[in-house]
């Protein structure tokens, strides 16, 4: 299991990385299509453009935030349970989560296949769309992963390595 966990991590980790690398993106995108409208030359495409990059610097960043617990907690009720009765409703919600991302992952996917067969392209940069569904859908399952390893975690009593 600790393998697992630790190929878990990195693969978060990665789409992390990528999100954080499209963020900086959109950021420069943003200041030179602000930069360049001053003069009346603005950039075609740049809302298409911050678009796909939201789409992945949200998606991809949160496997790696579940795993870290960077997600707002409201824990107030979970302070007045019994240890026991915590356990049960953190491995309730992490099972909850699974079948929500599986869900989601699935449907990206069914998305993505769409996309790809009616050949649907973005307006400016006739750029395929599927793949902006299927990085999603992968997203979702990296998140079922991480939630599976946190579930694991509740149940075994178990902190992140």
């Not at 790696?64 to 824990?75: E, Q």
């Not at 392209?121 to 902006?132: H, M």
């Not at 992963?145 to 694991?152: M, Q, R, Y």
Request: charged fraction near 15%; aromatic fraction near 12%; glycine fraction near 8%.
């Amino acid at each position: 299991m600790k393998r697992f966990k630790a190929a878990v991590l990195k693969a978060d980790f990665s789409l992390f990385s990528i999100s954080g690398i499209a963020l900086v993106c959109m950021m420069g995108i943003t200041l030179v299509d602000v930069t360049m409208r001053s003069i009346g030359r603005p950039i075609v495409g740049s809302v298409e453009l911050i678009s796909f990059l939201g789409a992945i610097a949200i998606g991809f960043a949160v496997p790696y935030t579940t795993w870290t617990k960077g997600h707002i907690l409201v824990d107030f009720v979970l302070e007045k349970l019994s240890p026991k009765s915590r356990r049960i409703l953190l491995a309730l919600t992490r099972s909850a989560g699974i079948m929500l991302f599986l869900l989601a992952g699935y449907n990206f996917i069914l998305y993505g296949m769409d996309l790809m067969r009616s050949n649907q392209i973005s307006g400016a940069f006739k750029l395929p769309l599927y793949p902006i569904a299927f990085g999603l859908a992968i997203s979702c399952f990296m998140q079922v992963a991480t939630l599976f390893c946190d579930l694991v975690n509740v149940v075994y009593g178990e902190k992140h390595e």
